[in-house]
C-alpha cells in the first residue's frame, strides 16, 4: 500500500534526523561541548534511548562523516557519467558541490573541525572516499585542460572547495539562488585560469 511508512523507512527517517540535530550541535559547540542527552533531546527522544541507533557520539559522528563523504563521491560519479561533455560535467560538479555547501553549511564545519574524533578506521574511510571524490574532478579538468598536470588540476579542485565551502562564514545575507550563481561564477572563473598557467 503507498503511503505507509514502513518500520525500516522510520528508523532511517529517524537516525537522519538525529545526525541532521548532532551536525547542527556539533558545528555550534564543538564535538566534545555536546552530550547524547543533548542529542537526543533535540530530537525529542531521551539519551539512552539514542543509543538505540548509535553506539556513542564517536559512531554518530563517523557515520555523519562518512555518509556524507560517500553521497558527494557517487554525486559526482553521477553527474559526470549523465553529463554529455567535460564542460557540462564541470557545470554539474560544481552545482553539486554548491548544493551541499549552501544545504549542509554546519557538516562544513564539522569536518574541519571535528574529524580527529572519529576513530582511526572511519577516519582512513573518509579519507579514502573524498581522494575518490577529487579524482573525479580531476578527471573532468583533465579532459578540459589537457596540458596541465594533474597534481596541479588537484592543488585547483581543493582551492575550488576552499572558496565553495567557504558558507559558513559567507552564505546568509543574499538569496539561496543568488549565493549560488554568484559561487558558481566565481568558481568557474577561477579554473579558467587554468588554462594560462606555466606548465
Do not use: C
Not at 27 to 33: E, Y
Not at 55 to 68: F, P, T, V, W
Request: hydrophobic share 45%; proline share 6%; charged share 25%.
Amino acid at each position: 500500500m503507498t503511503g505507509v511508512r514502513t518500520p525500516n523507512r522510520v528508523r532511517g527517517s529517524r537516525r537522519r534526523e538525529i545526525l541532521d540535530a548532532a551536525a547542527a550541535l556539533f558545528a555550534a559547540r564543538g564535538f566534545h561541548g555536546v552530550s547524547i542527552e543533548e542529542i537526543g533531546g533535540a530530537v525529542g527522544i531521551s539519551g539512552p534511548a539514542l543509543y538505540r541507533h548509535f553506539s556513542g557520539k564517536e559512531s554518530l559522528l563517523a557515520e555523519m562523516l562518512l555518509d556524507i563523504s560517500e553521497r558527494l563521491r557517487t554525486s559526482a560519479m553521477e553527474r559526470a557519467t549523465r553529463a554529455a561533455d567535460g564542460q557540462e560535467a564541470l557545470d554539474a560538479l560544481l552545482a553539486g558541490q554548491i548544493d551541499f555547501a549552501l544545504d549542509h553549511p554546519a557538516l562544513i564545519t564539522v569536518h574541519d573541525r571535528e574529524l580527529g574524533n572519529v576513530p582511526e578506521s572511519a577516519r582512513r574511510q573518509i579519507r579514502r572516499l573524498q581522494r575518490l571524490y577529487v579524482e573525479e574532478w580531476v578527471t573532468v579538468l583533465s579532459e578540459l585542460y589537457p596540458r596541465v598536470p594533474p597534481p596541479r588540476l588537484r592543488a585547483a579542485t581543493h582551492a575550488i572547495f576552499g572558496l565553495l565551502n567557504s558558507t559558513p562564514h559567507s552564505a546568509g545575507e543574499l538569496p539561496r539562488d543568488a549565493m549560488a550563481a554568484l559561487l558558481h561564477r566565481m568558481a568557474r572563473a577561477a579554473l579558467t585560469d587554468l588554462a594560462g598557467l606555466p606548465e
